[in-house]
């Protein structure tokens, strides 16, 4: 532990530096997560680069967030990133989140004009300067658009200074009146949500009156429009000259809901895990990268607060209602440190951080050094434990974090809400129990044991005579990489290199079914039938009760009214209780269908007779051999199709060496 403390500080100092360059974010959507890596970060969403670790989806219950890593772009090479970002976020639109692409993006070579308008005491030229390259404005087509608009009387020396100085302000040049009934005219459109007021200007005769901000603003007001006024997008429009198309010239406010509380994890929340095979099958155990040390003090999460709604406004001065962002509280773990506010979560031991039921954790790790046997007795342990040696027969072994064990299970129990991970297998002589609750196990081989997890199953080299349940893929992909005999359970795939043996012992396979989505709709089904029967009881009391109301009014008491209100009431809530199971077990069942819609069954090698498979409903059983194959449902029917890899882009050593590599 004295190594390993400077060490711990050295790293807690190096993680200090990248939380100030990057961050891990959580959000509903992308560009809601780039907001808050910005803010976070104090940058600006153009100044990130980002790569999603997860990408948002749609569940069953509620939705999954986006995962991302943002980091602090380079200053010298930021700009150049704006319009990849921008196509990674609306597909090139140019409505870049920040809008800093529409704000920074800029013509480089932009060519002068001029603007010529008849106002209330007479005629106006604004001249404006070219931008880099571009031509100037050409003073023989400047007289021509005086007399295209009108004007006369203009002082043609003070023409000549204003397009020479081109300071882009107006400049009286005569003072000649409009002339009546030449004038500019406009038409209005306002939306039926009273949020947008078009304005389209249609140009004067020559020698009309060109309308200015106000004119514009006093057609608006005089329509009724009261807020939202857009006078330098009219005194814009008005300076391009812009005529016969419409523009908004007033825009309300519409109402801002706020964003919801979100919780930024500087921590792993989630560990993926791979095999590396080299050329002899061996599987590598030691880089899994399974448990994140933190050290003391070390920030784990804090809490972006939740916004407030902000209210709209229609251009009638009309107020609508916004709502204001949904709070979550930052929970607090064993091992660590919320601040006062409840705003940051820091470590408070040296350990290992755990992620489980939404709170972190800081664990210390429990180490065996030798056998779990007599001289240990069980272990029970809220943290991850390391074994060195095997665990004997009839002791037990349970963590709430992890479990790695060195050597091999015997006859034993092993549960863990976490990963487990045995080195040189599972030896169960028909009574081992290895279970997980909420992560991998992992194992050399299994043989007459039975294994139960939440997630995966990898094995290496066999599985032989046990039950097997995985709530995500069964995979024995190792240098032998075989299945022989048991009942073999997964929700997604089962994949092994041969399954089967020529002995052809009863061997099982089972794809498409989660056990635990099929108990939740049991126990949903038990209580929607409960309610069901208890429905059917009251509605008979109440029933009763109506007609004697009906029969006999008179005899009906005040407390004969309140009970057949109560019972009326009751009728109603299991009413609804009931439609509510009957939602949860659809959508179960949905849910299952969908996840079992992709079962398969890959041999790499050879599938043996005498091996049952059942994938959805429907069931195959093989009489000979099969060689390289997936299998798959149809329309009711096992079908088998060309070998598909499960891990297609791990690399295929031995494809190298046959190629000469």
């Not at 959000?27 to 809601?32: F, I, Q, R, V």
């Not at 809490?303 to 406004?313: L, S, V």
């Not at 929607?528 to 009391?541: G, L, N, R, T």
């Not at 109440?542 to 005899?555: F, G, H, I, M």
């Amino acid at each position: 532990m004295g190594s390993l403390i400077p060490f711990l500080q050295d790293q807690s100092k190096e993680l200090d530096r990248i939380q100030n360059e990057q961050v891990e974010v959580y959000g509903d959507t992308l560009e809601n997560s780039l907001r808050l890596a910005a803010k976070h970060l104090k940058k600006q969403v153009h100044e990130l680069d980002y790569v999603v670790l997860k990408r948002g989806k749609k569940k069953l219950f509620g939705h999954e967030p986006w995962h991302i890593r943002a980091s602090i772009l380079p200053e010298d090479n930021f700009l150049d990133e704006l319009t990849e970002l921008d196509q990674k976020l609306t597909g090139g639109s140019g409505k870049l989140v920040s809008k800093d692409l529409k704000d920074l993006i800029q013509p480089k070579d932009k060519n002068g004009k001029v603007l010529v308008q008849i106002l209330r005491n007479g005629a106006y030229l604004t001249a404006f300067a070219p931008l880099g390259d571009g031509h100037p404005v050409d003073l023989d087509e400047v007289f021509k658009k005086l007399s295209l608009k009108g004007v006369s009387g203009e002082d043609g020396k003070l023409v000549r200074k204003i397009v020479k100085e081109a300071k882009g302000e107006p400049v009286l040049i005569s003072q000649q009146k409009p002339r009546p009934g030449m004038e500019a005219k406009l038409i209005l459109d306002i939306s039926a949500d009273k949020m947008k007021a078009k304005v389209t200007i249609l140009p004067p005769r020559p020698g009309g009156k060109d309308f200015e901000v106000r004119d514009v603003v006093n057609h608006l007001k005089n329509a009724g429009v009261k807020y939202g006024f857009k006078e330098e997008e009219i005194q814009r429009k008005l300076e391009e000259e812009f005529y016969n198309q419409p523009f908004i010239g007033a825009e309300g406010d519409y109402p801002i809901n706020g964003k919801n509380a979100q919780i930024i994890y500087h921590v792993r929340t989630s560990k993926n895990i791979s095999f590396r095979e080299d050329e002899s099958g061996r599987v590598d155990f030691k880089d899994l990268d399974l448990i994140e040390n933190v050290v003391v003090g070390q920030l784990l999460a804090e809490k972006i607060p939740a916004e407030k709604g902000k209210y709209g406004r229609t251009l009638f001065n009309e107020l609508l209602p916004a709502k204001d962002g949904a709070d979550t509280d930052l929970k607090q773990g064993k091992g660590t440190i919320l601040s006062e506010d409840r705003s940051k979560l820091t470590a408070e031991v040296n350990g290992q951080v755990v992620y489980a039921t939404g709170r972190l954790s800081v664990e210390t790790v429990y180490r065996v050094n030798g056998d779990v046997g007599i001289k240990t007795g069980n272990v029970t342990f809220l943290g991850s434990i390391v074994i060195t040696g095997n665990v004997e027969d009839n002791y037990s072994v349970k963590a709430a974090g992890n479990i790695e064990i060195y050597g091999t299970v015997q006859k034993a129990r092993v549960e863990a809400d976490g990963d487990i991970i045995i080195r040189q297998g599972i030896s169960g002589r028909e009574e081992a129990h290895v279970e997980s609750t909420g992560g991998n196990v992992i194992a050399k081989f299994i043989q007459s044991a039975t294994v139960i997890t939440e997630k995966d199953v990898m094995v290496q080299e066999g599985v032989l005579h046990s039950f097997v349940s995985a709530g995500g893929k069964i995979l024995c992909n190792g240098k032998r990489g075989q299945i022989v005999g048991g009942t073999i359970r997964a929700s997604e795939l089962i994949a092994a290199r041969s399954i089967g043996s020529s002995a052809n012992p009863a061997t099982e396979l089972v794809v498409g079914i989660d056990p635990k989505v099929l108990k939740q709709i049991a126990d949903y089904e038990a209580k929607m039938h409960e309610s069901q029967a208890k429905h059917e009881q009251v509605f008979k009391s109440l029933k009763t009760l109506q007609a004697r109301k009906e029969s006999d009014p008179a005899s009906f008491t005040e407390e004969h009214e309140n009970q057949l209100s109560k019972m009326q009431k009751a009728v109603d809530k299991l009413d609804s209780r009931v439609k509510e199971f009957e939602t949860e077990i659809s959508n179960l069942k949905n849910y299952m269908e969908e996840k079992s819609s992709h079962g398969k069954i890959s041999i790499e090698k050879v599938l043996y007779g005498g091996v049952t498979m059942r994938i959805r409903n429907s069931d195959f059983k093989t009489r000979n051999e099969i060689k390289n194959k997936t299998f798959v449902e149809e329309n009711g029917m096992i079908r088998q199709v060309p070998y598909e890899d499960p891990e297609p882009d791990k690399k295929d050593w031995r494809k190298k060496r046959n190629r000469g590599n």
